[in-house]
């Protein structure tokens, strides 16, 4: 006759399992955001994704507990028997289970994922340094050794519950040695105090992952107004790719920029609606929840609050408002170490306004710091041209921009071995090619 169980169960506290959701929801959110960062067809029309966050925090705990279930099944117990030894990969549903045969000559079983011992081979406890209980047993060795059946974080159950399953242990075997660290962990009070920390910062996590929801959505929207005002305010031609494909660009474009305005195409229309856009993005930049912890830290300061500047900065000068542009960049390189994004913007900016001697010192500037870099020192070589300086000299500044190079790029050429010559790797953008060849 098969033998019956009753089982009782040792679940993985709340806490533990918060922990686990938030941790897998956290990169399924990124997925979601870089997908819309990445796809553009949201940005018709007046569609905005910030009222949509709260969808976007529920899809990413949703998939994140599916993929937690998915971790702790047994089928990947199984396709990962021989590193865990069928242990779960990971403790969500349940920890352990203690089956108790009905037949009292039958032992009780400890179950955890595909692994299943007999509780009563179980003679000792121990607690090791990183919080894991082991499993030993002195019945297979002997001679005062004790062999690892199984091990078990201890840290995914409650206190309550670990206290419960070493008792079951003891009711099993009688004699079952318990190591001391792992009877001071259930006796100390610190160990009562951190668990009420961590089911705070679990607490914390969640409430983070629904801020960074928010201000992240803010962000695009904030991205696609200046996009959208950019879009509307530039009338230059498409470049690149086949006549076809130029043509259908062209058409798309069109078609955003009459979604944007209500049908209307004309001038007036969309310069109308490109100053209204970027005000919108302007109210969203500086009036967001009051409350968003995560729109302030992330997006009011450091670097992301520079490309924001860059980015506000390129749409006034699309609207025609290039000293306001020129203000804003200024207020960025001002800043410690604000990369030579922001130095090269203002230069190319000056350029455009036609204040050549200005530009020419934001380029020395830029040459001191970033004496690798070859697109300073090709910009202020043509600002020379412009500015009158004689061909000897032209060749004195191209001299020691070549030995500033030789020193910190390319070497003593040739290389050894032969090939191995360094290039010089940095971006162009095709605003730095127009001012080039603007003479030509």
């Keep these: 006759m098969e033998t019956s169980y009753s089982i009782q169960s040792f679940r993985p506290s709340i806490v533990h399992r918060i922990y686990v959701l938030i941790g897998l929801a956290w990169p399924v959110f990124g997925i979601i955001f870089i997908y819309f960062l990445c796809d553009a067809s949201w940005l018709s029309g007046d569609f905005r994704l910030s009222p949509y966050f709260p969808l976007a925090t529920i899809a990413a705990l949703g998939t994140g507990y599916l993929l937690a279930r998915f971790l702790s099944s047994r089928l990947l117990a199984r396709l990962f028997a021989f590193v865990k030894h069928g242990q779960p990969f990971l403790y969500f549903d349940r920890a352990v289970d203690i089956a108790v045969p009905t037949d009292p000559d039958k032992p009780a079983l400890i179950k955890s994922g595909l692994l299943q011992l007999d509780m009563t081979r179980i003679s000792r406890l121990h607690l090791t340094l990183l919080g894991v209980m082991e499993m030993r047993s002195d019945d297979i060795t002997g001679g005062g050794t004790s062999y690892v059946l199984a091990r078990l974080p201890l840290s995914v159950l409650s206190l309550a519950d670990q206290k419960d399953l070493v008792e079951a242990f003891k009711k099993y075997r009688p004699d079952l040695i318990v190591s001391d660290r792992l009877a001071k962990r259930l006796m100390s009070s610190v160990v009562k105090g951190q668990s009420m920390v961590q089911a705070l910062g679990a607490l914390v996590l969640v409430a983070a992952l629904i801020d960074v929801s928010y201000a992240s959505f803010v962000w695009l929207d904030i991205l696609k107004e200046h996009y959208a005002a950019q879009t509307l305010a530039r009338t230059d031609a498409i470049y690149g790719g086949t006549v076809q494909e130029k043509l259908e660009r062209a058409r798309n474009r069109r078609t955003l920029r009459m979604s944007w305005t209500g049908g209307a195409d004309d001038q007036d229309s969309l310069k109308k609606e490109a100053s209204k856009r970027y005000r919108h993005a302007e109210q969203m930049r500086v009036t967001p929840f009051p409350l968003s912890w995560a729109f302030k830290a992330l997006f009011t300061g450091g670097n992301s609050a520079s490309q924001l500047d860059i980015i506000r900065a390129e749409t006034l000068r699309d609207l025609g408002r290039p000293e306001e542009a020129c203000e804003i960049l200024q207020g960025v390189v001002a800043k410690k170490q604000p990369g030579i994004k922001a130095h090269l913007a203002l230069v190319r900016l000056l350029i455009d306004m036609g204040q050549i001697k200005a530009a020419q ?80």
């Design 361 to 440: 010192s934001e380029l020395l500037t830029i040459e001191d710091a970033h004496k690798d870099l070859l697109l300073p020192k090709v910009l202020r070589l043509d600002l020379e041209r412009r500015l009158g300086a004689d061909a000897k000299e032209r060749a004195s500044l191209l001299a020691r921009s070549m030995q500033e190079l030789d020193e910190q790029v390319f070497g003593d050429e040739p290389a050894w071995p032969p090939g191995g010559e360094r290039p010089i790797t940095e971006m162009w953008h095709r605003q730095d090619l127009e001012i080039l060849g603007r003479d030509y």
